[in-house]
């Protein structure tokens, strides 16, 4: 099994930062994809960023140029830099990875347990 636990949320001021990481740890043969995705109260959870193993990264409309993806793919930890942030930016922000436990496995979907990251003056 791969376990993913976040870090890095908390309460910012608008036009503030946060910066969250994801540590992959377990019984890892490769993670591939890795991702954030985010939930606010009474909403469906959103994709937010993607990073591929190769570095690609893609952003939902309304966060590009505000948020930067990155991975350390040695540490198996991707992070999200948030910059100027806004009041509906508040949400529960969830780590997706794709990853194997061995070279015999199919690829699985592993999540972590989500940070909440509340944006308010």
């Known amino acids: 099994q791969v376990q993913l636990v976040e870090s890095g949320g908390g309460l910012v001021q608008p036009g503030g930062s946060l910066r969250l990481s994801c540590a992959a740890s377990g019984s890892i043969f490769a993670i591939y994809t890795m991702s954030w995705f985010r939930q606010a109260p009474g909403k469906q959870r959103e994709l937010v960023a993607t990073?591929?193993?190769?570095?690609?990264?893609d952003y939902v409309d309304h966060v590009k140029g505000r948020f930067t993806i990155s991975r350390d793919s040695a540490k198996n930890t991707a992070y999200l830099q948030m910059n100027s942030l806004k009041l509906e930016d508040t949400a529960v922000y969830y780590c997706?990875?794709?990853?194997?436990?061995?070279?015999?496995?199919?690829?699985?979907?592993?999540w972590g347990q989500g940070t909440q990251v509340t944006v308010s003056s």
């Open positions: 990073i591929t193993r190769g570095g690609s990264t």
């Open positions: 997706n990875a794709a990853g194997q436990t061995s070279r015999y496995t199919t690829v699985s979907d592993y």
